[in-house]
């Protein structure tokens, strides 16, 4: 943002507690840009560029596994692949993968 021309003047502004309250600032003017992913700031009617893109992952002790099955499965089930698949911004090419730590 700051390539950009935009320049922080975090004493102008509250912080925001969420993606849908920056979405709020932006679109009601109250701020002129803002940091939130993508599906929440097209839901407001507000363009959207990349800054990065971060994995997230689910991290359980292995005792824990089979109390996170259930959770497992659901995800894992095509409709909610598909429901998933269907927000923009989310890459879901490597849902399901069971990684262990060393």
Request: aromatic residues 2%; hydrophobic residues 50%.
């Amino acid at each position: 943002m700051l390539t950009a021309g935009c320049v922080p003047r975090p004493e102008l502004g509250e912080p925001a507690e969420s993606h849908l309250a920056v979405a709020a600032a932006v679109a009601t003017g109250a701020a002129d840009v803002g940091l939130a992913v993508r599906a929440v700031a097209e839901s407001a009617g507000l363009d959207w560029v990349p800054v990065i893109s971060e994995p997230f992952e689910l991290a359980l002790e292995p005792a824990a596994k089979n109390g996170a099955e259930s959770l497992l499965a659901t995800l894992a089930e095509s409709s909610v692949q598909a429901q998933l698949a269907s927000m923009p911004g989310y890459d879901l090419s490597r849902s399901g993968e069971l990684r262990v730590a060393a």
